[in-house]
Nanobody
Framework: QVQVVESGGGLVQAGDSLRVSCTTS????????VGWFRQVPGKAREFVGA???????HYGDSVKGRFTISRDNAKNEVYLQMNSLKFEDTAVYYC??????????????????WGQGIQVTVSS
């Protein structure tokens, strides 16, 4: 059974940076697309970005130029580096893993395994 675990969330001030990490237990995800989503209560889950097995990245419009996704397959980890954080980035962030190596998907249905989510709060 695959378990997806996020870590590194917390409370930061607007303009700060924060890095959230994702890893799995049960199997590695070095050859899988990994995506990041976020959700605010009462709103739909939003695509943040994704990285393919070869390291190609894609981002949602609201985070382009501020967020960066990277992966370290040797450590079985994927990172979401968030810079120039804004109050509106406050959300629960989810890591999701696809069964496939590519292409990436921007919908929740494109991913098969999900983490529990981690809170990121940006104070204004």
């Amino acid at each position: 059974q695959v378990q997806v675990v996020e870590s590194g969330g917390g409370l930061v001030q607007a303009g700060d940076s924060l890095r959230v990490s994702c890893t799995t237990s049960g199997r590695t995800f070095s050859r899988n697309v990994v995506g990041w989503f976020r959700q605010v209560p009462g709103k739909a889950r939003e695509f943040v970005g994704a990285i393919t097995w070869s390291g190609i990245t894609h981002y949602g419009d609201s985070v382009k130029g501020r967020f960066t996704i990277s992966r370290d397959n040797a450590k079985n980890e994927v990172y979401l580096q968030m810079n120039s954080l804004k109050f509106e980035d406050t959300a629960v962030y989810y890591c999701a893993v696809s069964k496939f190596a590519a292409p990436y998907g921007s919908g929740s249905r494109d991913y098969d395994y999900w983490g529990q989510g981690i809170q990121v709060t940006v104070s204004s």
